[in-house]
């Protein structure tokens, strides 16, 4: 009896609080994605699908992202996997690519930077609302854009440091479900 009531809370802890995607999120989905440079309107428009399907139960997904039509200039394919792993989530871009993520309840979050020429950081986070939408967010900026700042948090706990960075792009897009 005993083991079976610790497989029922080990199920309960991994079903409820793991990092897996839920089913409810899966599906193919529709929209028109707003491209913002830093003006408060959108510098372009484009039609967006997005497919997230589950590949092996509980520990990969295929997350397909379509930018534009096939065969006109601006088209872009995304075609990557997301992983579970030691309850770690990571967006398996392919050629050794792999971003760390985070499901905190029913957003998906990552951050990371781009160093080479530029340093960039970016961000994405994709939340599934309670109609059934997914709300989509990427931004990002220049690391080297840094304005910073000394302030004197308490006395006991010294002075900290604060770097800025701003925030030069985003792409916004709320999906709606077209099917299961």
Same mark, same amino acid.
């Given at each position: *009896? ?14 409820? !609080?793991?990092?897996?995607?839920? /089913? ?8 028109? *994605?707003? $491209? !913002? ?6 510098? +372009? %428009? ?8 589950? $590949?092996?139960? /509980?520990?990969?997904? @295929? ?18 996997? %997301?992983? $579970?792993? +030691? /309850?770690? $989530?990571?967006?398996?871009?392919? &050629?050794?690519?792999?971003?760390? *993520? ?7 979050? &990552?951050?990371?930077? %781009?160093?080479? &020429?530029?340093?960039? =950081?970016?961000?994405?986070? *994709?939340?599934? #609302?309670?109609?059934? /939408?997914?709300? !989509? ?7 080297? @854009? ?7 948090? +308490?006395? &006991?706990?010294? +002075? !900290? ?9 985003? #792409?916004?897009?709320? =999906?709606?479900?077209?099917? @299961?």
């Amino acid at each position: *009896m005993y083991k079976v009531f610790v497989f029922f809370i080990i199920s309960i802890h991994l079903n409820c !609080f793991g990092q897996r995607i839920p /089913d409810s999120w899966l599906g193919h989905y529709k929209g028109t *994605m707003e $491209l !913002f440079s830093v003006k408060e309107t959108p510098v +372009a %428009i484009v039609p967006v699908e997005f497919k997230l399907s589950k $590949l092996v139960q /509980d520990t990969s997904w @295929q997350y397909l992202m379509v930018y534009g039509e096939k065969g006109k200039p601006g088209f872009v394919e995304k075609n990557y996997t %997301i992983e $579970l792993k +030691a /309850d770690t $989530l990571f967006m398996n871009e392919g &050629d050794g690519i792999k971003i760390r *993520m985070r499901r905190m309840g029913e957003c998906l979050f &990552d951050f990371y930077t %781009i160093t080479g &020429d530029s340093e960039t =950081f970016m961000s994405s986070i *994709m939340c599934h #609302q309670t109609n059934g /939408d997914i709300e !989509f967010n990427l931004f990002g900026g220049s690391l080297n @854009q840094t304005e910073g700042t000394s302030i004197t948090v +308490a006395e &006991d706990n010294g +002075a !900290f440091g604060l770097s800025t960075y701003p925030v030069s792009f985003n #792409q916004h897009v709320i =999906f709606k479900k077209i099917n @299961q």
